[in-house]
């Protein structure tokens, strides 16, 4: 277990995520076909040639997807009791294949439940491109696990 308990979780704490992953065509194509979503935007070159991207873009799910999967060693593995929500989620910048993404966390808030065994978190999750553009930003909340529950 790799995650932070909530009494870890610092307010205004940024984690640079050190996983990255460069996006393949295949990749675009199995989240889509595993999800139904045939917007021809990110599947028919043709289509997306005459758009304002001149080319096939990443779906953007995918793309939250991996920023949360990247983020989950450093902040939650092992330590979450469940997610709770996704908030204000952004794709400032378009994905396209062979972009590298890399992700970095920063706590916004905390806070004990009413009984006090665990912990609300609130973290701004962005992902950037090889460009260190942003490319797609979120609010996460989490319930978190508190280390004196754990061990008991």
Known sequence: MTGLYYEEFEVGQTIAHDKRRTVSESDNQRFCDMTMNQQPLHLDEEFAGETQFGERIVNGIYTLALAV??????????????NLGYDNVEHPKPVFHGDTIRAETTVLDKRETSDGER???????????????????FER????????????
Do not use: R
């Open 141 to 152: 909340t989490v319930l978190a696990l508190k280390a004196e529950s754990a061990e008991e």
């Open 69 to 82: 999967g990247m983020t989950i060693p450093d902040t939650t593995d092992g330590t979450v009791v469940a």
């Open 119 to 137: 912990g609300v978190v609130t973290m701004e999750v962005e992902a950037f491109n090889q460009d260190d553009e942003v490319v797609c930003s």
